[in-house]
Structure formats: C-alpha cells, structure tokens
C-alpha cells in the first residue's frame, strides 16, 4: 500500500511517476502554506490526487501558484530517499511536524515497529513507495481541480480538500491527455444534463436523488417503452411491486446483513413493524413466484420490472446519475429447472446485447465475477459455486464471448456475468448483469412439481439487461453528446414559420406531424428565423420544418437537420419518412 492508505502499490512506471508526483504536489504544498496537514496522496487513473486541510479554504484560481512551485522543485533535482524508521522515531517525527493524519495512519495502518518514510527535500511523507529517483524526472504533469473528500472516506470525519492532478512521461502524452480531458467535458453528462434541461439535482431534495424534467422523463419513458416491449416479447411476464417492505423478508433474504451499509434504517412503528425501503427487488419477484404452486409446465418463469432501488451510497461516492441512492433497475429474475439454466442465461446475454445494438452501446466487456477464499462472505456450498460459474463462462465461450475474471466481486448468492462500459472519463463502471443463484430458492424453499410429481427446487437467474435507468440515461447521453437518435429525443421536430403569416399553416404542420405520434413543438415566438434555427441546434433537436409562404401554398416544409443537411420535401413524405426513422429505431 503506497500510502499506509487503501491503495494497492505499483511496480508499474507509470503508477510511480504519479505518484511520486503526489509528493511532489504535497512537498509544494507545504512550502506555499507551512500549516497545512497532509492525509494521502496516491495515484488514480490518469493521475493523483492528495488530500490536504488548509487553515483557509483554497480554490482552483490557487492552483496555478502551486503547479509554479512544484515546477521549480522538480528543476532542484531533489532526491527521493527512503528511510526505515522505528514506529515511536516515526510517530514522534510526524508529531513535530504537526501531521496528525499521518499518526492515526502509524497507529492503525503500519504493523511491526518498521516504518517507511521517504524524503524529498524537507518534505517527510510516510510510505512504503517506490518513486523516481530524483524531482528531475517529473517533467510532463498538470493541476486539474479542487474537491472536497472526507478523510479516510468516512462522512464522520473531516471534510479535506482534495486536489487532483495528471502527470504523464512526456510533454506531448500530456498534451494529448488535456485534448481528451477537453472533449470529456463536452460530454460530461452532468453538464449536458444541465444544459439541455434533462435531470437536476436539489440538495433540498437530496444529494444522489435526481429531478428527472420533462425532457429528460421524454427519453426515459421511450427508453422504458423499448425495453418493456422487448422483454415481453421474449416470454417476460412484467409486474409491479411496492418501494418498502417488511424487513424480516429482507433478514430471510440475507440482504439486512449482507448489505447493512448500504440500505436506509428501518421504519419503525409503535406497533413493532419494520419497514425498510428496498435494496433489491429479489425478495419481491420471490414472493410472487411462491404466490401459487408452479408446474414444470410452466417454467421457465421470467418475472420483471423497471423497479426502484434504494442504496445509501456516501456522499463522497455519488457521481451524476452513474451513482445514485435511488436508481430503477431494468430487473428480472428467471425460475427455472437446472437443465434449462444454460438456455436461460444466453438468452440473457442476448438480450443485453440486442439492447447494446439498437443503443448504440458498442465499447463494452465482459468480467465473470466469482467468489474467492474468504468463505464467511459467500451463501452456499462449493458445489453450486461450481456449477453456477460453469454455466456462466459456458454460455459467454459458447457465444464467441472473451472475458476476463474478477476474483471476490460475486453476488453473495452467486457468480455473476458483469457487462462494463466506460463513461466519457473511461471510468468503468456495470452497466448489466447476469447472475445465477442456488442459494435464495433454498431460503425460501421454492420448488414446483416435477413431471413425475416430486417437489423440486428450481434454479434462480437475475438477470439486468440493460441495467438502471439512470446509468443507462448517463451513458446514453455522453455516447451522442445529447444528439440523441430521433426515435429517443425529446423533441424530434421544431415547425418554425417564417413570419406570423405562416402561423396557421405552421398548426397544421404540427397537427400533421403529432397525428403520427410523433413529438413536435412550434416556435412561434417573435425572433428572428435564424436565431429560432440556433436555439433548435443548440438542444440538438433532430429535425426543423421551416415554413414560409411558398411552403404554405406547396404543402412542403423546408427541412434541416441537426447536422446541417437541407431539403425541401412535401409534408406527407417527410411526416412519413421521420415516422419510419423512429418505427426502426435509427441511430
């Protein structure tokens, strides 16, 4: 661990240049403001960062004077030097210097009475390494911004400031770098949400809690509509269930303990009830399957729902709508014979891949998440682990599928099939899932009769195929930069009449265009043409009807799209040809 923190050290050049450019940051740091404390610094994807509280707050505009600092350290060719120190040299050491982060770190996270430290100049930091030789080969590297951060992650502690930069081995990977990182701020979904009214967040609502806005809800319930039809399609049964429930069903589940962190208090009432708000929807579609006595007949069972999904993730976590504390997941779980189970996954790993097709969802991979050897974590025996994995890695291999494993990231019922795509920032995150589980049919001593009339226990998948809503919104929205296809947008025509004369043949239009279920606006404010055209643009509004008098007298509309293309078509072909791009789900 490079800090005595929670982060995993690193041969790897790369991870040394960053993170010995976290010292250097702090070494700066300290030289500029003498009283600052120091937490931990280490390297992060595509840079580091380092955790500091200052006796006054600091802003971007600051950074500038510490990157100078930092730069005329680096040309001093101040050596890294490691020193082994005693724990009591090391705590006294660190106590002189005022740095009490480092002293908890000592007491909780160093073991023995060796303690690694290493210099660089006067500045003292506590680490186990390695670094780069010298100051001088930090040559390539870039402050980015100011966050706040909870010291050592914990909302109960204090609240720091956390300053992240990049550094790369040469000035032109840097440069290449701050090009991407531009671009990444074009799609940053949490800016275009913003800036194209799709989402807000209130605090007096809550951090993690989004708003979705008429537009926004536009793309979501077309999103639902997709995805509902699809399932239902393919032999999916849909149902309702409620946001809360007893927690005793949740305790039999073994999710009150398994994800105690994550899920709200109780409710409790006089009476000795208690509610809890829902982490998962499992127990539910559970419920549901044991409501009546199931044949053989009738199995497979796919029960699903868009359900929602409450989690308490730390503040500190929360990111847009990639991380939430209320999230609708598209969720299904299957019940089916053991011989049906390999069927019941593919078809599972098809379906996440036809929504990926038609969502333009086409950089993902794949991970088969299984259990590792800490058996306290894990429901089950080591059999139906077997078995379980199997049935999973034989379905993606049998589908031309590569994946790679992710050892300890199972369910606690089960392995899993993770489907992982990256946002604009290439932070990879789950966007899908397919998970087999022997273990909650056993909790909840599920069966259905056999052919030959026996009680049998069915096989349990659950099944994300095209994973929450909010996730799913977040990529959709950076991938087409909230361009998106016309069969999602919110609005797919703008009619926009010349002058007010065209006003009436301008309703028209619109009546035209809504009869073909089609969602349409009309600007008819008094602005001029080109200014109306601009203002389509800029919300990415896949198509304008511009009418004026010849337009009228034709029965056309001058059409222009988004990308800048123009035509002048008769309103009956264009009404049809828009109607057709959306009936196919273009993109």
Request: proline share 4%; aromatic share 10%.
């Amino acid at each position: 661990m490079a800090d005595y923190g929670d982060h995993e050290s690193s041969e790897d050049p790369l991870h040394i240049l960053r993170h010995s450019t976290a010292h250097l940051l702090a070494a700066a740091v300290m030289e500029l403001y003498p009283d600052a404390r120091y937490g931990i610094g280490p390297p992060v994807q595509d840079g580091f960062y380092y955790d500091f509280a200052f006796s006054k707050p600091i802003s971007e505009s600051d950074l500038g004077a510490i990157e100078s600092r930092m730069r005329r350290i680096a040309q001093e060719d101040r050596p890294f030097v490691r020193e082994i120190m005693s724990r009591q040299q090391a705590l006294d050491e660190f106590r002189k210097l005022g740095q009490d982060f480092k002293v908890e770190l000592i007491n909780d996270k160093v073991e023995g009475d060796e303690v690694s430290v290493y210099r660089t100049g006067d500045f003292l930091d506590l680490c186990r390494g390695p670094h780069v030789r010298s100051t001088k080969e930090l040559k390539a590297f870039k402050l980015l911004r100011v966050a706040g951060a909870y010291w050592r992650g914990d909302e109960k502690q204090p609240q720091l400031t956390r300053i992240y930069g990049t550094a790369w081995p040469s000035a032109k990977e840097l440069e290449e770098h701050l090009k991407f990182l531009e671009e990444a701020e074009k799609r940053d979904h949490k800016k275009l949400g913003k800036d194209l009214k799709l989402f807000m967040v209130d605090e007096r609502v809550g951090p993690g809690l989004p708003l979705w806005l008429p537009a926004g809800a536009t793309v979501r319930r077309e999103l639902e509509r997709f995805i509902v039809d699809e399932e239902l399609a393919r032999g999916y049964v849909h149902v309702r269930t409620p946001d809360v429930a007893r927690l005793d069903l949740y305790r039999q589940s073994g999710h009150a303990k398994l994800y105690a962190e994550y899920m709200y208090p109780p409710m409790r009432f006089e009476d000795g009830e208690e509610l809890e708000l829902r982490p998962v929807n499992c127990p539910h579609h559970i419920v549901i399957y044991q409501s009546e006595l199931r044949s053989y007949r009738e199995l497979p069972i796919r029960i699903a729902e868009i359900g929602n999904n409450w989690r308490y993730e730390r503040s500190g976590t929360l990111i847009g709508l990639n991380r939430v504390r209320m999230f609708a997941l598209n969720d299904a779980h299957i019940f089916c014979t053991p011989d049906q189970l390999m069927d019941e996954v593919k078809g599972s790993i098809d379906l996440a891949l036809y929504f990926s097709e038609v969502l333009g969802i086409d950089e993902f991979s794949y991970r088969l998440s299984t259990r590792d050897d800490a058996k306290e974590k894990w429901l089950g025996t080591e059999e139906q682990w077997q078995i379980a994995e199997a049935a999973l890695s034989e379905a993606l291999e049998s589908m031309g599928q590569k994946y790679e494993r992710g050892v300890g990231e199972a369910a606690f019922y089960g392995p899993k099939i993770d489907f992982q795509v990256r946002d604009a920032h290439r932070r990879e995150f789950t966007n899908s899932t397919v998970q087999v589980d022997f273990q909650l049919p056993e909790r909840f001593d599920l069966e259905f009769v056999a052919e030959d009339g026996s009680r049998q226990r069915p096989v349990m998948v659950h099944r994300g195929a095209a994973g929450s809503m909010e996730r799913l919104f977040s990529y959709l929205i950076e991938r087409y930069i909230g361009a998106f296809p016309t069969w999602l947008h919110p609005v797919q025509v703008v009619v926009i009449p010349i002058t007010d004369a065209e006003r009436d043949y301008a309703k028209r239009v619109v009546d035209k265009v809504r009869k073909a279920h089609l969602r349409v606006e009309i600007d008819d404010r008094s602005e001029r043409m080109q200014r109306k055209i601009r203002d389509a643009q800029a919300r990415k509004v896949p198509y304008m009807a511009i009418v004026g008098g010849r337009e009228a007298e034709a029965e056309h509309v001058n059409v222009r799209d988004r990308s800048g293309g123009q035509t002048d078509e008769a309103l009956e072909s264009f009404v049809q040809r828009v109607a057709e791009e959306v009936a196919e789900r273009r993109r």
